[in-house]
């Protein structure tokens, strides 16, 4: 069965530089959220969107800005990093509608030098 | 402010049946108790989930008491795949965003 597909699945950047993070949801999931994991930490939630609107903010920097798009793919922009941004980043995917959970990638590692 | 709470680790044997404890006596009439799990590193897993009665599934079951105030999981055969921090979750519906706890490192030993 598909799964929730997050690329890259490792990245290095320097501080103040740019990264962007991708999620491709389960087929047919209108749900994106997406979450930080630091080293040692529980995942803290950052943002979601449903049907390509955003429909939740937790704890995420104005430095960082996401979108989904109109195939339900979504996007995590971060902007000048910051060594404290290295973190597991993890995106789940959900149908509002239906009878399915939250199911997750595997993680996009970054890495801020 | 935390909505349940859980041991910090626990130990099980191989082989053996796993219970974990979870309190959530502030849990309101319409949120359900979701159980998740996250293999190191790994993406958090979703396990089970119930509102009032007993659920069971392939993976384990989850008994929540009659006052709805606390849970338990348990994993009938626990295997050294099961090693794992194991979340409960109080959640509205299933629509809701998931927050995440501090869990419990379950121990699996050989």
């Known amino acids: 069965a598909a799964g929730v597909i997050q690329s890259p699945r490792h990245l290095i950047k320097e501080k103040r530089e740019t990264a962007t993070l991708k999620c491709y949801p389960i087929?047919?999931?209108?749900?994106v959220y997406w979450y930080q994991q630091g080293p040692g930490q529980d995942p803290q939630f950052l943002i979601s969107?449903?049907?390509?609107?955003?429909?939740d903010k937790g704890s995420i920097p104005d430095r960082f800005s996401a979108q989904q798009f109109s195939d339900y793919h979504s996007e995590l922009n971060m902007s000048s990093l910051e060594l404290g941004d290295s973190a597991l980043y993890f995106c789940?995917?959900?149908?509002?509608?239906?009878?399915?959970?939250?199911?997750f990638g595997q993680g996009t590692r970054l890495t801020v030098v | 402010d935390a909505k349940t709470t859980q041991p910090t680790s626990m130990d099980c044997a191989e082989g053996r049946a796993a219970n974990l404890p979870c309190n959530h006596s502030?849990?309101?009439?319409?949120?359900?108790v979701y159980w998740y799990r996250q293999i190191h590193s790994q993406g958090p897993q979703y396990i089970i989930h119930?509102?009032?009665n007993n659920e069971t599934n392939e993976m384990a079951s989850l008994i929540i008491t009659e006052d709805r105030k606390s849970s338990t999981l348990i994993l009938p055969h626990a295997t050294l795949r099961d090693t794992a921090v194991y979340y409960c979750i109080v959640r509205v519906n299933r629509d809701d965003k998931i927050i995440f706890g501090k869990g419990t490192r379950l121990h699996i030993l050989p």
């Open positions: 502030t849990i309101s009439g319409n949120e359900y």
């Open positions: 087929p047919r999931h209108d749900t």
């Open positions: 969107f449903y049907e390509k609107m955003q429909s």
């Open positions: 119930g509102l009032k």
């Open positions: 789940a995917s959900s149908l509002i509608q239906g009878r399915t959970e939250a199911f």
